[in-house]
């Protein structure tokens, strides 16, 4: 069965970095659009940014853009998020996601591409710490 599984959260000061990773299972990772996408509390679920079946194409919301890179090494079948100047509000639960309905069609073309909706398998999520 699809499994999603991120690791890589916790508890960082503010300007800090993370590096968070989503190994897949049971699909054919490099055939899908991944995603990455957080919530807090008492917030919606946010996209914040999704990467091309092949690695070539990404996106991110104007929230991380400049400060996040998204990543995917298809040989391994693992989703990175490079996270860097966090700030307190970047606190949340991080999930990774997979489009493997194929709305994308396997690509990653702005903001389109970051509704939440077009993503069906979820992993467990990580939580996200940024201290100020």
């Known amino acids: 069965q699809v499994e999603l599984v991120e690791s890589g959260g916790g508890l960082v000061q503010a300007g800090g970095s993370l590096r968070l990773s989503c190994t897949a299972s049971g699909f054919t990772f490099d055939h899908y659009t991944m995603g990455w996408f957080r919530q807090a509390p008492g917030k919606e679920r946010e996209g914040l940014s999704c990467i091309s079946r092949s690695g070539g194409s990404t996106a991110y919301a104007d929230s991380v853009k400049g400060r996040f890179t998204i990543s995917r090494d298809n040989a391994k079948n693992t989703l990175y998020l490079q996270m860097n100047s966090l700030k307190p509000e970047d606190t949340a639960m991080y999930y990774c996601?997979?489009?493997?309905?194929?709305?994308?069609?396997?690509?990653?073309?702005?903001?389109?591409?970051?509704?939440?909706?077009?993503?069906?398998?979820w992993g467990q999520g990580t939580q996200v710490t940024v201290s100020a």
């Open positions: 996601a997979a489009d493997t309905k194929m709305d994308l069609y396997g690509y990653c073309t702005g903001s389109y591409s970051l509704i939440v909706s077009r993503y069906n398998y």
